[in-house]
């Protein structure tokens, strides 16, 4: 079954401790990206990879970091986590047509909740 | 800048009911490519439909149809004798070339869907 899996699901953490929320994909997409969902700012971009070694920065990148070394594993890095980075994180992955995702559909994991207290 | 509007925040309707779901856009491409995305109470997101700039074909699916309108900048959502299982929050977004893929995402409309 084609799928983006995410892991964990839920964690409850302390400000400081460092994360990590992994991120894989078995579709065989090139392009993958982060997103956290917020009430009333609807999903925003952290990070992005159009392919391995390839990362580049989305809208609200501070406090966030990224590796692409596998294709299919794109983990999410909190080195120092803050309350304000209580959210609903969203993995993403997609094909590359013509260079670009831009018209493929992205497909999402299920989530990660976080709670950073 | 992109920009996507979805201003209705929260709507309920009772079964079998037809409700339409707006989203705004805003954009200076002439290239780009709107989506919906569906947000159960489960969570996860849940790919809808995708519609290009250059194809502003109307699209029914079984209960679901959008009307996409250039003229008004308009990618609305209309679900026909909706079902509680319709209950969700509904997401429009845009993404237009040179942005890396990135997707602008609207704030969201709550849909809840009551016998």
Redo the contacts between chains.
């Keep these: 079954e084609a799928q983006v899996t995410q892991n964990p699901r839920y964690l409850i953490t302390v400000t400081g401790k460092k994360l990590t929320v992994t991120c894989s994909q078995n579709m065989n997409h090139e392009y993958m990206s982060w997103y956290r969902q917020d009430p009333g700012l609807g999903l925003r971009q952290i990070y992005y990879s159009m392919n391995v070694e390839v990362t580049d920065k989305g809208d609200v990148p501070e406090g966030y970091k990224v590796s692409r070394k596998e294709k299919r594993n794109f983990p999410l890095i909190l080195e120092s986590p803050s309350p304000n980075q209580t959210s609903l994180y969203f993995c993403a992955s997609s094909r590359l047509s013509v260079g670009s995702a831009t018209d493929q559909p992205q497909h999402f994991g299920d989530g990660t909740r976080l709670s950073i207290l | 800048a992109q920009k996507?509007t979805q201003a209705q925040t929260e709507i309920s309707v009772v079964e079998k009911e037809d409700v339409t779901l707006d989203c705004v856009y805003e954009t200076r491409d002439t290239t780009y490519?709107l989506?919906w995305?569906k947000q159960p109470p489960?969570?996860?997101?849940?790919?809808l439909i995708?519609r290009?700039s250059f194809d502003e074909q109307n699209e029914i699916s079984g209960r679901y149809s959008w009307n996409f309108q250039k003229s008004t900048s308009s990618f609305n959502f209309t679900i026909t004798a909706s079902q509680v299982v319709d209950s969700a929050v509904y997401?429009c977004?845009l993404?237009?070339?040179g942005?890396?893929?990135?997707?602008t995402?609207?704030?969201?409309t709550r849909l809840q869907v009551t016998l």
């Design positions: 996507v490519y989506f995305y489960s969570g996860e997101l849940v790919f995708r290009n997401f977004a993404s237009v070339p942005t890396a893929s990135k997707l995402f609207g704030t969201g």
